[in-house]
């Protein structure tokens, strides 16, 4: 069965320190990778996707920026972080005619 | 572009009453909808999906959902309300973008259930 592992789940960071976010899927070959941001009290806005190795789209225009190194991993970094980058992060993956399968989540506090 | 909205950004019920979430979708052709569960502190969990079979869609935990073209809705019911239900509910449609599918939230429901 399909898995997706998300690390870490909380993190403190302070203004101006770097950041990078790790995803994994099993059990699954060339899925559909996602990375999406959830304010506090508010829903879920996909920040990119990637639909094989290298291939990374941005929905929105941000501090952030993502990476897929292999087929299975899914990377979501920042240079510097803004107190605006705070918020809980979730991966997801896909197949085709799917819905999102998430992982847990990292609740990334910057202060 | 496809959108959801929740009609409902809370929603309180007693134990054992009926669970009424409203969702209203809109999209330029037949969507793909579903319905998602969030626990305090939790990642997501998919509840039901419609993908264009049957109208009525049944779920884990008891929910279940119906879908209504005419009235471009999506509502999640639930017959029975057990305290465990009480968490934030997101209704979701799905948009296909270069291969991909995007995930377009609704802004959740906050279900809280009274004992």
């Known amino acids: 069965s399909q898995t997706i592992h998300q690390w870490p789940a909380t993190l403190v960071q302070p203004v101006g320190s770097p950041l990078s976010l790790e995803c994994t899927v099993e059990?699954?070959?060339?899925?559909?990778l996602y990375w999406y941001r959830q304010a506090a009290g508010r829903g879920l806005q996909l920040l990119f996707y990637s639909v094989g190795i290298g291939q990374i789209s941005s929905e929105v225009p941000q501090n952030l920026s993502a990476s897929r190194p292999q087929d299975r991993q899914f990377i979501l970094s920042s240079k510097k972080l803004l107190l605006s980058d705070s918020g809980f992060y979730l991966c997801?993956?896909?197949?085709?005619?799917?819905?999102?399968?998430f992982g847990s989540g990292t609740q990334l506090s910057v202060l | 572009a496809q959108s959801v909205t929740q009609l409902d950004s809370h929603v309180s019920v007693s134990e054992g009453t009926p669970v009424l979430l409203r969702c209203n979708y809109s999209s330029s052709y037949s969507p793909s909808l579903f319905w998602y569960v969030q626990h305090p502190n939790k990642g997501l969990q998919l509840l039901l999906k419609y993908t264009s079979a049957a109208t009525l869609v049944k779920g884990i935990n008891g929910f279940e959902a119906e879908f209504k073209k005419s009235e471009t809705s999506f509502h999640l019911t639930k017959p029975s309300a057990h305290m465990s239900d009480a968490a934030e509910y997101f209704c979701?449609?799905?948009?296909?973008?270069?291969?991909?599918?995007?995930?377009?939230f609704g802004q959740g429901t906050r279900l809280t259930i009274n004992p």
């Open positions: 997801a993956w896909s197949g085709k005619g799917t819905g999102g399968v």
């Open positions: 979701v449609v799905s948009e296909g973008i270069q291969g991909a599918q995007k995930l377009v």
């Open positions: 059990g699954t070959s060339n899925p559909n």
